[in-house]
């Protein structure tokens, strides 16, 4: 068994809360310098530009704040998770948005009220300036990603498009930066604001190519990952094993997920987030995925032997947020797999499992499930049917309790499809089981 031990945190600050703390603190000490920037560098021509400025200003730092979401850092990651981290993301996105029409529309007003001509024609003419036009273009960028990323155009779409797609984001970026750049009222209103904006611009796209690109190609150079073993869990599941060098010095965690290619057996560009489904030992890394996709159903097709690109790991699932002796994991269909790689872990208290699945034939690792739920001493309520058949849902409140009388006391993990995860949150409120002994991770990238 992993000889990785759990840290209870019944009196401290929890990691989560220490890593939100953080990013507010940043957040706030950067909303106040970009509040004194603009005080400091005086009105615009006009007072429509003069608020123009203000959002401009705003839509800068919203941009680097997005950058920091997505960059993947591990300290983030492991406390926050890179769902709620891609949660963030899509709501300051959307802020972002309007924050730049906005800026856009008042720059364009003010224009137009200066020189007393329409707003049309004052469009174009600002069109015909470099500094503007970037500008333009950087907002038309971020007005199609935003399209894109509504729900409804967002289910439309393949994952491998909508993220092609959204890596234009990148492009605005660089078009934001250099049309900030020739608007020198933001940029040399004094000194400090020249070295405030190329640190915090430096900052931004260091983490993002830090954490995006250089540490997951470092990883891969130095643990050359090779796939050593397929094996077939049922007819929809595999299992797939893959080993490398110094493995031991590898940064993982039971319950955390990598992002897999197989480039000698897929193209480079499709990836998906599977959990590891056994504990890292410093020797290989498990990942058991179920055929919803392509990429996950030509996994049973994986040469032994070819090369594997593995990014992460990642997410905050894992016992680094315990706070009680006791711990309740609730799984649903193949997320099990993070769970099972829980129980490797060596730990005090007492454990309890429910395992959601239409049927017992279902029940992926079931067998390696029940053999370490027997070596903690724990419990495996293995939960069968259909919700829609009739009686007590298995994760309304009452049944819960009566599963677990002392849930309260316990640390409750869930990983599951979407709604069962979201009925068994609503069911932990309803029993008042404490926020800060709820940990969920929601299955996707976005």
Known sequence: MAATSNTLRGGTVLPVDAARWAMWTFVLVNVVIIEALFLSAGSGKNSVLTVAKFFGLHAALLMLFQLLLVARLPWLDRRIGMDRLTVWHRWVGFTLLWTVLTHATLVVLGYATLDDTSMAKTFVALSGV???????????????????????????LQY????????????????????????????????????YWWILWLFAFGALLTGRLAVPLWRNAYHQFRVTAVVPESDQVVSVYVTGRHLDKLPARAGQFCIWRFPGHNHWW????????????????????KAVGSASAGLRDVPVGSRAFVEGPYGAFTSLHRTRPGALLIAGGVGITPVRAMLEEQGS?????????????DAVLLNEVRHLVALRGGRLHLLTGRTAE????????????????????????????????????????????PARQVHAERFGLA
Not at 351 to 359: E, G, I, N, T
Not at 392 to 398: L, M
């Open 130 to 156: 470099p500094a503007s036009l970037l500008g333009m273009l950087a907002a038309a960028v971020i007005v199609v990603i935003a399209v894109i990323s509504t729900r409804a155009l967002r289910r439309r």
């Open 160 to 195: 491998e498009v909508w993220h092609g797609l959204h890596l234009l984001l990148y492009v605005a970026l660089g078009l934001a930066f250099v049309h900030q750049l020739q608007e020198t009222t933001t940029f040399t209103s004094s000194a400090f604001a020249t070295a």
């Open 270 to 289: 499709p990836a998906n987030p599977f959990s590891l489904s056994a504990a890292p030992d410093g020797r290989g890394l498990r990942l058991t995925a």
């Open 349 to 361: 208290g007492d454990v309890v499992v429910l395992y959601r699945v239409r049927s017992e034939a």
């Open 390 to 433: 009739g009686g007590t849902p298995p994760f309304a409140p009452d049944s819960l309790h009566r599963l677990v009388p002392d849930v309260t006391e316990r640390d409750v993990y869930v990983c599951g499809p979407p709604a069962m995860t979201t009925a068994v949150l609503s069911a932990l409120r309803d029993l008042r089981v």
